[in-house]
């Protein structure tokens, strides 16, 4: 989320829309990461049925649905890292422009 402070530099709009798919991506993360403790937590109640193992293949399910979430995020990161860069550098180009234009 180092990034997401960046995003928000690099246009009220871009950085907006980036921010808030990087904060979307860590609410998806925190519900997964609940439902995995909830569902380790009720295969540890019902330890004699079938339920544990159905509990601990969701539990596998979810942890790479996190996986690829934090994959997407840190994706949306360097897009926004990407851009944030590519926006000085154009900045920095039409300063160039503008004081030449001036001089």
């Known amino acids: 989320m180092e990034n997401a402070q960046n995003t928000a530099q690099l246009s009220p709009v871009?950085?907006?829309s980036l921010t808030a798919a990087v904060e979307r991506l860590d609410s998806a993360l925190n519900?997964?990461?609940?439902?995995?403790?909830d569902l380790q937590g009720r295969s540890?109640?019902?330890?004699?049925?079938?339920?544990?193992?159905?509990?601990?293949a969701e539990a596998r399910r979810l942890q790479d649905e996190i996986g690829?979430?934090?994959?997407?995020?840190?994706?949306?990161e360097a897009a926004a890292s990407e851009a944030f860069e590519a926006l000085g550098v154009a900045a920095k180009d039409i300063r160039q422009l503008l004081n030449e234009q001036a001089a």
């Open 14 to 16: 871009a950085g907006a």
């Open 31 to 37: 519900a997964l990461e609940t439902r995995i403790r």
């Open 44 to 56: 540890a109640d019902h330890s004699g049925d079938s339920f544990p193992a159905e509990a601990a």
């Open 68 to 76: 690829a979430l934090k994959a997407r995020e840190k994706a949306l």
